[in-house]
């Protein structure tokens, strides 16, 4: 064996790159090619392998030993991640570390084809050469990049250490069902119940799954979901269920292996060992079942400890197979599996994962109307990824997931697989609640079409075939943005201003961190006022300090029937935070805030009062001042603006009435402002 230097390797992987790009992705010329940064695995005393990330995307891992095929793994898309694997990953990694410590200790030399790959990729006129175009391939067949940790663990035992957003994994091998069940869309739903105790963790109790009576909602996930998506969530848990999963903070791990077939409705195993086949019967049974596009379950076996899984799930020539790791499309890539001269690898595959079509119906093409309520979802015609849709189809779907908690500004729709027969069938896309609203596009073919993007809150789309020729069909995930209420930090200057958490008539958001500053300009005491309350009472807490000397003057939460108390902040200026948890949101809260009248009339010497308010028309203004003074009367709008002028002159003590007609003000919220040369005080009117 020889030690590759940083230098070789870094040859290897940009002619390595350069090659495989003009293979499989496209033109590119050599010198558009540079190293962004390199990991190194290493102990310290020697390095195991190098991995080179390219300007262009992806990755190169070349191993520091030339017993090892010249390069181990690579991607076009994806970003090697070398820290907080998850236990899968890690292992999957470490075989190629153990393979370099296994060639190093029996000092094997390498076979003639490696050595003969090594001189070809460290040829330093790599560039002139012109990769001809390859066609031997299958593009990764999952869509998904589903991960084992938050928010996919939603269901999964709440754990105080360890695990991923306070909950245990879903673990590796529920993580590759599920993107593989998913692939197919099935079941509809199981059959059958069971329950258990996790072995090693018996606190966390009882954990169950009434597969019969759960209706998967396959409408409601999509490939990378954004936010929790409770419907990806119960499908992963309810997988990990059903291998009996030994929940776990550090790693889970199945205690039953066939749970496919009886609880998810799928065809008997098929079960098949490396160390039974030689490495080319093991590449031809990978490249025969991935070109009939199914994705394998490809498991190993570490020499001690929980196996680990994968989805096999693409190929590029005969030698590179790409890897779906379950780890959110991190370090997701083609590797080799070529063995090394007595290395035992100890994995298996099941390659026939495939709904029980024998007693079930599938595909469930689709028909009819169906309407989507998730903020990001899925649709498809039904057919599956291996089938062809019907003649005569007339379906179609309402994108509508607005509520009166939450409000949508657009929707895009993404398509993830098209291809509709182009004479007589079409998908169309319409801007609103049917086919009657703007159309936004009509599609047919079998090119991937651009994002289609609605600048509404709803979308109709309709499939509609005719009897003739059928395709495979389409499959789309939509997202929905919604507005952004209040984020970061916002000052407020106005003598007077009505704010809330930004949300509106609907509900704040989860994860949310508001700041506000109320620094008015005026050295009195301010006071800070509420119109209504209403947030979770444990963990949404509204902060309100005093400015200037950091006191904490009020720590409000919960639903108030009657808004809580004002608070007064004795320098004049506030700071309030707000922040919610990951969980239960409401309706939210409103305040508004002025200078202390106490205060204010103490000093001004003035009695101040409006009536009525509410006022529709006519408002009556009365005060008292003990000495002759200026007075000046102004209607302010809610952010300190100038509206009108009721009155200005000089008056006498005694008491005051002031009449003035409001008809011409929009309905809202104001505040009456009384000036004299000793002060300023204001009140709140809300007009009707």
């Known amino acids: 064996a020889g030690n590759v230097t940083i230098q070789q390797a870094k040859k290897v992987a940009l002619n390595f790159y350069f090659e495989k790009y003009m293979q499989f992705e496209g033109q590119i010329m050599y010198d558009q090619l540079t190293i962004q940064s390199v990991h190194t ?38 970003n090697f991640v070398a820290d907080n694997q998850p236990p899968n990953v890690k292992w999957w990694f470490g075989q190629f570390e153990e393979q370099v410590r296994y060639v190093r200790q029996k000092k094997l030399t390498p076979e003639i084809k490696t050595a003969d790959q090594w001189a ?71 059959q059958g119940y069971t329950s258990y105790i996790p072995m090693s963790h018996p606190e966390y109790c009882i954990q169950s799954a009434d597969f019969e009576n759960t209706w998967y909602c396959y409408n409601g996930m999509v490939d990378h979901p954004t936010t929790v998506n409770l419907a990806i969530a119960e499908y992963s848990y309810h997988i990990a269920v059903a291998f009996h999963m030994n929940f776990a903070p550090g790693g889970s791990a199945p205690t039953t292996s066939d749970s496919t077939g009886y609880f998810l409705k799928f065809l008997p195993e098929d079960w098949y060992y490396r160390d039974n086949m030689s490495v080319e019967e093991w590449k031809t049974l990978l490249m025969n079942t991935l070109d009939t596009h199914f ?32 780890w959110g499309g991190q370090s997701n890539g083609y590797y080799t599996i070529d063995n090394i001269q007595g290395f035992n690898y100890d994995q298996e595959i099941i390659p026939n994962l495939y709904p029980d079509s024998l007693q079930f119906t599938y595909p469930q093409y689709c028909s009819g109307m169906d309407t989507c309520l998730s903020f990001e979802g899925s649709i498809t015609d039904g057919s599956g990824p291996i089938h062809n849709y019907l003649n005569n189809t007339q379906a179609s779907w309402l994108i509508d997931p607005q509520t009166e908690e939450d409000s949508v500004t657009n929707i895009t729709i993404t398509m993830k697989r098209f291809d509709i027969y182009n004479d007589g069938d079409r998908l169309s896309i319409y801007d609103g609640e049917d086919n009657t609203a703007p159309l936004l596009a009509e599609l047919s073919g079998n090119t991937l079409p651009d994002p289609i993007v609605s600048n509404g809150n709803k979308v109709f789309i309709e499939f509609i075939t005719d009897g003739q020729n059928t395709a495979p069909g389409f499959y789309l995930n939509y ?61 949404d807490l509204l902060m309100i300090f005093d400015y200037e000397t950091q006191e904490l003057l009020a720590e409000i939460s919960g639903t108030y029937e009657d808004p809580p108390a004002p608070v007064t902040s004795p320098s004049g200026k506030m700071f309030i935070t707000f922040t919610t948890n990951k969980n239960t949101r409401a309706n939210g809260w409103e305040a508004w805030y002025d200078i202390n009248s106490g205060i204010y009339e103490n000093k001004s010497n003035y009695e101040f009062s409006i009536s009525p308010n509410p006022v529709t028309s006519d408002l009556n203004i009365r005060f008292a001042l003990k000495s002759e003074t200026k007075v000046n009367i102004q209607i302010l709008n809610v952010i300190g603006q100038k509206q009108a002028r009721i009155f200005e002159g000089k008056l006498t003590s005694g008491h005051h009435s002031i009449s003035s007609n409001l008809s011409h003000l929009s309905k809202g919220i104001y505040f009456i402002k009384l000036q004299t040369e000793n002060g300023i005080t204001t009140k709140k009117m809300l007009k009707l």
């Open 41 to 78: 695995k290493t102990d310290g005393i020697q390095n195991f392998y190098y991995v080179f990330h390219v300007n262009k995307g992806g990755f190169v891992i070349v191993p520091a030993d030339d017993c090892l095929s010249p390069v181990l793994g690579y991607s076009f898309k994806h």
């Open 120 to 190: 070809y990729y460290l040829n330093d006129g790599f560039e002139l050469n012109k990769p001809v175009k390859s066609s031997k391939a299958v593009e990764p067949l999952l869509t998904t990049e589903w991960d084992q940790g938050w928010p996919y663990n939603y269901y999964c035992p709440e754990t105080p250490a360890g695990g991923s957003g306070g909950h245990t994994w879903v673990g590796c091998v529920a993580t590759a069902i599920a993107q593989i069940t998913y692939y197919w869309r099935w079941p509809d739903h199981g």
């Open 295 to 326: 994705p394998i379950y490809y498991a190993g076996n570490p020499t001690s400890g929980a196996g680990h899984a994968f989805v096999c799930d693409g190929y590029q020539d005969e030698d590179y197979y790409h890897f779906n790791l379950g």
């Open 479 to 539: 997202f929905c943005e919604q507005p952004e209420w209040c984020s970061g930090m916002t000052q407020l200057t106005a003598p007077s201003a009505t704010f809330e958490d930004g949300s509106g008539s609907f509900y704040y958001y989860n994860s949310t961190t508001c700041l506000w500053t109320i620094v008015p300009g005026i050295n009195d005491p301010l006071t800070l006022h509420f119109n209504y309350f209403d947030t979770e009472e444990e963990n």
